[in-house]
């Protein structure tokens, strides 16, 4: 008789399980010594947290309802549940927080394509600092931790997410006109951004800026002398990448396409790539305002690792299927 489970769910067997927990124990040893606290939060929340965290731009995988009706659902990652808990519990506490985690987090996906509803996360969120010094401690936490699991090939696009936003407003398209480009720009559809963008009836010029900036990436965009308003957006990308040391700066790959769909962020975004896999293995970002609408005024920075696509992207280094 074969037992089903979920879609999206899968179990892990004894062999693998010891292999992600070395990489949890290497991950976490790095967090420890840059002075994160581990964390654990309940794996559901109620559905008007996330909903006030504006976290509703990803779509909830589980809903559940409590004995008593309230509508319950499993988280979808650790940084709302963190900020929760800092504004609840931190008041009143010495800034900057350091917090640190491996939890799994459930999100929606979409059907029959194999996309897992439930995984692993590894990660900080550094709250109550500088933003363009906590994303550079961040990254440089970030860098450190995949070397310790013996990451090698890996690189960070780093973007703004305020960016495109910013260039659309410049070209007068208002908010609700917005909408359609940012959601291909979100999903990396360059075809559906050329299309959504041809339907704003711009001018040549600001036609011409829309399509070409989600394409720029490199350490070119940040050196090459570029117009306004291109060239105001671009200062807090490069403040952060000129606030690295030179190995975790060398990592850096700027990309002004990046626009990730978690509705929080407000500054700098991330993500990290290695050719081993085909998606991205970590993200985080700057939140401005996400700890605001829990009462607590202040920004913060953080990212997650995806613990199983790590471990995929180490035996994929292994075999030697990467670039080099």
């Known amino acids: 008789m074969n037992a089903r489970i979920p879609s999206g769910t899968r179990d892990v067997l004894p062999e693998e399980r010891a292999e992600l927990r070395r990489i949890e124990a ?7 010594e840059a002075a994160y606290g581990e964390i654990s ?13 504006g976290a509703a731009a990803t779509p909830v995988s589980y ?16 940084t709302v549940p963190i900020a929760r808990v800092a504004a609840s519990r931190y008041g009143d506490a010495d800034l900057p927080l350091r917090f640190c ?5 459930y999100r929606a996906v979409t059907p029959h394509r194999g996309q897992p509803r439930e995984f692993l996360q590894a990660g900080i969120e550094l709250i109550g600092a500088d933003a363009v010094a906590g994303c550079a401690e961040a990254l440089t936490v ?41 959601r291909a720009l979100g999903d990396r559809d360059f075809v559906g951004i050329d299309r959504e963008v041809a339907a704003l009836n711009l001018t040549e010029d600001q036609t011409a800026m829309l399509t070409e900036v ?23 990308i490069r403040d952060v990448v000129e606030s690295l040391d030179g ?20 500054g700098a975004v991330f993500e990290v790539y290695d ?50």
Not at 41 to 48: C, D, I, K, R
Not at 101 to 105: D, N, R, T
Not at 249 to 257: E, S
């Open 26 to 32: 290497a991950l976490l040893g790095v967090f420890s």
């Open 41 to 53: 939060t309940p794996t559901v929340e109620y559905q008007e947290t996330l909903q006030r965290a």
């Open 63 to 78: 809903r559940v309802l409590g004995e008593l009706g309230e509508e319950l659902a499993l988280r979808s990652d650790m």
């Open 101 to 105: 985690y491996v939890a799994p987090a």
């Open 142 to 182: 970030l860098c450190h931790s995949l070397q310790a699991t013996g990451l090698k090939d890996f690189y960070v696009g780093i973007g703004d997410v305020g960016l495109y936003p910013s260039l659309l407003a410049s070209c007068g398209v208002d908010v609700g006109a917005s909408e359609a480009v940012l």
């Open 214 to 236: 989600p394409r720029l990436r490199g350490a070119a965009v940040l050196r090459d002398q570029i117009e306004q308003p291109l060239a105001g957006a671009l200062s807090g």
């Open 247 to 266: 190995e975790v700066a060398a990592r850096m790959i700027p990309d002004l396409g990046r626009f990730p769909r978690m509705g929080y962020y407000s």
């Open 275 to 324: 050719p081993a896999v085909g998606e991205p293995i970590a993200s985080g970002g700057y939140y401005g305002d996400l700890l605001g609408r829990f009462g607590m005024a202040v920004g913060g920075v953080g990212f997650a690792i995806d613990v199983d696509l790590l471990h995929a992207a180490l035996a994929g280094e292994e075999r030697g299927e990467t670039g080099r």
